[in-house]
Nanobody, 117 residues
Framework: VQLVESGGGLVQPGGSLRLSCAAS????????MSWYRQAPGQEREWVAS??????????NYADSVKGRFSITRDNAKNTAYLQMNSLKPEDTAVYYC?????????WGQGTQVTVSS
């Protein structure tokens, strides 16, 4: 199993970024995907999850990002996405995607998101 995140960077408050998580080594369409983040000196926290369906009814969000972030997936491309709008300085963190396959949990290497003017 391999997860590779991309799309992070430096953005001003109020800006947007789209993160991607390219997956391989498992049948992507059969598994929930999640995004987490970890800010300096803080524990890793859950951000959003999406079920095997690509419909919006299969998504869940942390209260801190609800209404600003959107998680989607493209099963044909084996890729999950996190669209982040109205970014705030407190969204600054390393963002990770995660999948659990046969009771084992896998993480990507993370992508840095910095929100600053």
């Amino acid at each position: 199993v391999q997860l590779v995140e991309s799309g992070g960077g430096l953005v001003q408050p109020g800006g947007s970024l789209r993160l991607s998580c390219a997956a391989s080594g498992f049948i992507f369409s059969n598994y929930y995907m999640s995004w987490y983040r970890q800010a300096p000196g803080q524990e890793r926290e859950w951000v959003a999850s999406i079920s095997i369906s690509s419909s919006s009814s299969g998504t869940n969000y942390a209260d801190s990002v609800k209404g600003r972030f959107s998680i989607t997936r493209d099963n044909a491309k084996n890729t999950a996405y996190l669209q982040m709008n109205s970014l705030k300085p407190e969204d600054t963190a390393v963002y990770y995607c995660r999948v659990s396959v046969r009771s084992l949990t896998y993480w990507g290497q993370g992508t840095q998101v910095t929100v600053s003017s």
